[in-house]
């Protein structure tokens, strides 16, 4: 039987830190910081006022609070209730979401839009994942049985998939600020000039040729094309040419019987043991802990 359509590989990485339900209350404040995650937050009861970069950002019951990597930003609780919240900090390797995800410092998402949609149920599915578990924890820390892990991956994805929906029919679904023409503007020299270099970085996966020669052609200085990058896809060149050797290589060793060597060659690294020190260095495995293992039992001995 002929294949009639086939989906793309996807061989790319959810990170989850601080994923948790929690209660603060009247008075309560959190000191001005920020994340090298993207953070998602709901408040399920009560109301929260965060400070983003000096603006002030009130969140009600249903809301929904979406705050790019690197911003700055303060918390507090200054009504007479507490405040009820869902928080997961999280990143993606994929660089069309993390566009999506970088596009503004921060993404309000009032109750009303939300209800939309099926985050609710997704957040209730989660609560219930944390009620499963509860009687294995210890000092609040849940230890997941396997299914259960992939559920809480699997809910937040959806969870990600909604929120992303709503920010991309925001003209319809919430109230955005406007912004001045020369925002919009500066907003897409700055999109055209990330664009570029991604285009460049993706093909030649060599970060420090290409943007030196983006900034030559666009008479901009080396770091201003550095902060246009990040500014719109959440990170830096560096890390972006990190994230995508990264996805080639898993995706190398998972679909080819290449030898180390003509994967290491392929990334640009200067031997295998450099690869496989770097690919450590990621992801806590060597290639060969990675690797199926039906795949490592067929490589020839050297």
Not at 65 to 85: E, T
Not at 108 to 113: F, G, R, T
Not at 175 to 193: E, H, R
Request: overall charge neutral; hydrophobic content about 35%.
């Amino acid at each position: 039987m002929e294949d009639l359509y086939r989906f793309p590989n996807i061989i790319h990485t959810l990170q989850v830190v601080g994923c948790h339900f929690g209660r603060k209350p009247p008075g309560w404040e959190y000191p001005r910081h920020h994340h090298h995650l993207f953070e998602l937050l709901y408040c399920q009861e009560g109301q929260v006022t965060h400070d983003i970069n000096r603006e002030a950002v009130t969140m009600k019951t249903g809301d929904w609070l979406l705050i790019k990597s690197g911003v700055r930003h303060q918390s507090s609780n200054s009504s007479a209730l507490d405040y009820g919240y869902f928080n997961v900090h999280f990143d993606l390797d994929d660089t069309e979401i993390r566009s999506l995800l970088a596009a503004t410092p921060y993404r309000y998402i009032p109750q009303k839009a939300a209800a939309e949609s099926k985050l609710l149920h997704y957040v209730k599915e989660l609560e219930s994942v944390m009620h499963r578990n509860l009687a294995n924890a210890e000092e609040a820390q849940l230890h997941l049985r396997f299914e259960d892990k992939l559920l809480l991956q699997s809910y937040l994805l959806l969870i990600i998939h909604d929120v992303l929906d709503l920010i991309r029919g925001h003209a319809a679904s919430y109230k955005q600020k406007k912004t001045a023409v020369s925002d919009k503007d500066a907003s897409l020299f700055a999109a055209d000039v990330a664009h570029a270099i991604e285009e460049k970085l993706s093909s030649g996966l060599c970060e420090e040729a290409t943007v030196a020669g983006i900034a030559k052609e666009l008479n901009l200085s080396r770091s201003q094309c550095t902060k246009l990058f990040a500014k719109v896809y959440g990170l830096s060149p560096r890390q972006y040419v990190s994230q995508q050797k990264l996805k080639l290589a898993k995706e190398l060793l998972v679909t080819t019987h290449l030898p180390m060597t003509d994967i290491a060659d392929k990334l640009g690294f200067q031997s295998a043991s450099h690869f496989s020190r770097q690919f450590r260095r990621w992801t806590g495995q060597s290639p060969s802990e990675f690797k199926p293992k039906h795949q490592v039992a067929q490589q020839p001995l050297s």
